[in-house]
């Protein structure tokens, strides 16, 4: 099983930026879709952003033009750069991996999370107005 970890959330003032990291280990070989996730209190876990093993990305209408993920495939690394950031980004952030969904269909993950076999523990990002 991908174990996940995720790092690189904190608080910051309403425009600031941060870039969280989620490293991938154990059987990493297969994965077809990575993506990170938010959940503020009381609300449900939603996609912000998926990547898929040819590439292919999809971002939540919230963050789009403010948001990018990327991946470092020699440093089993998942990113996302947040930029612009705004007190609705308030949230735990969580990186998922998924090695059962196509490639083409990772894109749509954005809307199941529940389809995602792996996660990581999470990572609180802050943003205060």
């Known amino acids: 099983q991908v174990q996940l970890v995720e790092s690189g959330g904190g608080s910051v003032q309403s425009g600031g930026s941060l870039r969280l990291s989620c490293v991938a280990s154990?059987?990493?070989?297969?994965?077809?879709?990575m993506g990170w996730f938010r959940q503020a209190p009381g609300k449900e876990r939603e996609g912000v952003a998926t990547?898929?093993?040819?590439?292919?990305?999809n971002y939540a209408d919230s963050v789009k033009g403010r948001f990018t993920i990327s991946q470092d495939n020699a440093k089993n690394t998942l990113y996302l750069q947040m930029n612009s950031l705004k007190p609705e980004d308030t949230a735990m952030y969580y990186c998922?991996?998924?090695?059962?969904?196509?490639?083409?269909?990772?894109?749509?993950?954005?809307?199941?999370?529940?389809?995602?076999?792996?996660w990581g523990k999470g990572a609180q990002v802050t943003i205060s107005s």
């Open positions: 154990r059987f990493t070989y297969g994965t077809t879709c």
């Open positions: 990547i898929a093993s040819d590439g292919r990305t």
């Open positions: 998922a991996a998924d090695w059962a969904t196509r490639p083409e269909y990772c894109p749509g993950s954005l809307f199941a999370p529940l389809q995602m076999r792996a």
